[in-house]
């Protein structure tokens, strides 16, 4: 596989396309490389650095990963994600399973950092964490904190629940997009 670099530009186009969608955080720990997915985040400029805002709540086994080691990948699809994926890295814990061989998903070696980025959803971006901030739901206007952390909602469930979501700012060390090279599949 090469990898084809790309501009905080695209990245951001193709983050803010494909988002609505879900597409992966991956992490990892060890031997452990776990992909969940997200439907926000945040492409920009913090502190003077190209950053991926993420938003994960404190009960999900990534939030564990991200804090045992700061780096992750953000993976997105060049169209439409696959359905399966997103219903099994968006709803079961990888506490319990290996999602991605359940998935039948590929990882490459990161670049420069330790966490790979994933052949199946070929936009990469490596990122490392410069800096995390537990959200407080009580700032939020009331409707939002009603509908985004209801109370009866255990942490282990897999949507919306009572957690509070961690920001977790990533600077963008390295932007590419996987492609085969020539003979490759
Ligand atoms: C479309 C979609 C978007 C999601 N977005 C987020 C998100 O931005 N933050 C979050 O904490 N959970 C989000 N989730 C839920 C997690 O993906 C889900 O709880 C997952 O099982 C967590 O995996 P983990 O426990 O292996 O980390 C989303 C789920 C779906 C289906």
Redesign the pocket.
């Known amino acids: 596989m090469i990898r084809r670099k790309i501009t905080l530009s695209e990245a951001a186009a193709r983050a803010a396309e494909m988002l609505?969608?879900?597409i992966l955080?991956t992490?990892r720990d060890g031997d452990k490389v776990?992909?969940?997915?997200?439907?926000?985040?945040t492409v920009g400029v913090n502190w003077g650095r190209p950053v991926f805002a993420?938003?994960?709540?404190t009960?999900?086994?990534?939030?564990?990963?991200l804090d045992k080691n700061p780096e992750f990948t953000v993976n997105i699809s060049l169209d439409e994600p696959d359905k399966q994926t997103?219903?099994?890295?968006?709803?079961?814990?990888?506490?319990d399973m290996d999602?991605l061989s359940i998935c039948g998903l590929h990882t490459v070696p990161g670049e420069t950092v330790s966490v790979p980025a994933i052949r199946e959803f070929p936009v990469t971006l490596e990122c490392r964490i410069i800096y995390r901030q537990v959200q407080e739901p009580g700032m939020l206007p009331e409707a939002v904190a009603d509908r985004y952390y209801p109370q009866d909602k255990e942490s282990s469930?897999?949507?919306s629940n009572r957690?509070p979501?961690v920001t977790y700012f990533g600077e963008i060390v390295n932007a590419y997009i996987l492609e085969p090279e020539a003979g490759e599949k």
């Open positions: 609505p969608k879900g955080l992490s776990n992909s969940m997915v997200i439907g926000w985040g993420a938003y994960v709540r009960g999900r086994f990534t939030r564990e990963l997103v219903s099994v890295c968006g709803g079961k814990s990888g506490r999602k469930f897999a949507g957690d979501h």
